[in-house]
């Protein structure tokens, strides 16, 4: 995460010094501070509140992402503890009745390491789910807005610098949370593929019964889901990019007939 706390200092720099650099009277225009005694204070309380809600925004995403990193770093210690069950019982056993009991015993275990995956997956999701629909539904509204100004913005200017800075930061935390959400698909998905590789079948009825449970338990892999709506995955991260894509596009296209429409009229 060090290239999104760079960005993010990058980013507040910009916003809070292009004024200076460009000479604006304040980062956000206010007519009646722009000259006069109050100028410089409320300059300095400007880039105060810039800075101060750039780094909260930054701390409630690294805390939601870190969460839902926790499901998938689970899913991925239950694969290797799935795959490595002959290993891993070899160790403790002493004769082969023992090995039978160890082995059902451990995968009892690795059954209730799952079911509580699962809980931890919905409350998860219960607990980000208004967080996860609104940061996809704004960061959307985000990039098409700063790819509208980038538009109409002189290129290789420091606005322009500015504005594409943010839209950089907007669309790499967008791909965070669809990145650590696709983590958790995929690593759910694995479930199965670390039951059938496992030597299953040099085992008793018992423990291959224990190993089908959970591998139809496992066969709907888990999501992280926005409103029960917006799923984390790497699919929501193409499915917004062609979104945004598309509006640019038709908002070019409406730009140009009304431009062709206007031309007319005034020369008449």
Same mark, same amino acid.
């Given at each position: 995460?060090?290239?999104?706390? $760079?960005?993010?200092?990058?980013?507040?720099?910009?916003?809070?010094?292009?004024?200076?650099?460009?000479?604006?009277?304040?980062?956000?225009?206010?007519?009646?501070?722009?000259?006069?005694?109050?100028?410089?204070?409320?300059?300095?309380?400007?880039? @105060?509140?810039?800075?101060?809600?750039?780094?909260?925004?930054?701390? %409630?995403?690294?805390?939601?992402?870190?969460?839902?990193?926790?499901?998938?770093?689970?899913? @991925?210690?239950?694969?290797?503890?799935?795959?490595?069950?002959?290993?891993?019982?070899?160790?403790?056993?002493?004769?082969?009745?023992?090995?039978?009991?160890? +082995?059902?015993?451990? %995968?009892?275990?690795?059954?209730?390491?799952?079911?509580?995956?699962?809980?931890?997956?919905?409350? +998860? +999701?219960?607990?980000? #789910?208004?967080?996860?629909?609104?940061? $996809?539904?704004?960061?959307?509204?985000?990039?098409?807005?700063?790819?509208?100004?980038?538009?109409?913005?002189?290129?290789? #200017?420091?606005?322009?610098?500015?504005?594409?800075?943010?839209?950089?930061?907007?669309?790499?935390?967008?791909?965070?949370?669809?990145?650590?959400?696709?983590?958790?698909? $995929?690593?759910?998905?694995?479930?199965?593929?670390?039951?059938?590789?496992?030597?299953?079948?040099?085992?008793?009825?018992?423990?291959?019964?224990?190993?089908?449970?959970? +591998?139809?338990?496992?066969?709907?892999?888990?999501?992280?889901?926005?409103?029960?709506?917006?799923?984390? #995955?790497?699919?929501?991260? $193409?499915?917004?990019?062609?979104?945004?894509?598309?509006?640019?596009?038709?908002?070019?296209?409406?730009?140009?007939?009304?431009?062709?429409?206007?031309?007319?009229?005034?020369?008449?």
């Amino acid at each position: 995460m060090s290239f999104y706390e $760079i960005g993010l200092l990058g980013c507040v720099f910009l916003y809070s010094f292009i004024p200076i650099l460009e000479h604006k009277s304040l980062p956000s225009d206010f007519p009646f501070f722009n000259e006069g005694l109050f100028h410089y204070p409320f300059y300095i309380f400007e880039v @105060s509140a810039i800075s101060i809600s750039a780094f909260i925004n930054m701390s %409630l995403d690294l805390l939601a992402l870190g969460i839902i990193y926790i499901a998938a770093i689970q899913l @991925s210690i239950l694969n290797k503890k799935l795959q490595d069950i002959d290993k891993n019982i070899k160790r403790r056993s002493q004769s082969c009745n023992d090995v039978e009991n160890l +082995t059902l015993i451990y %995968l009892n275990n690795c059954c209730q390491h799952y079911v509580d995956i699962e809980k931890y997956i919905y409350l +998860t +999701t219960e607990l980000l #789910s208004i967080h996860i629909f609104a940061n $996809i539904g704004g960061y959307v509204i985000a990039l098409f807005n700063s790819a509208l100004q980038l538009m109409e913005l002189t290129p290789f #200017s420091l606005q322009a610098l500015g504005i594409f800075t943010y839209a950089v930061m907007v669309l790499f935390q967008s791909a965070a949370y669809c990145w650590f959400g696709n983590e958790v698909y $995929i690593e759910s998905m694995e479930i199965n593929n670390s039951c059938y590789n496992s030597e299953w079948y040099n085992h008793g009825q018992d423990v291959r019964r224990t190993m089908l449970i959970l +591998t139809e338990r496992a066969k709907k892999p888990f999501e992280i889901k926005g409103c029960r709506y917006v799923v984390l #995955s790497f699919d929501t991260l $193409i499915a917004n990019a062609n979104h945004r894509n598309v509006n640019i596009i038709t908002y070019e296209q409406g730009t140009n007939v009304l431009n062709g429409i206007s031309l007319p009229l005034k020369m008449m």
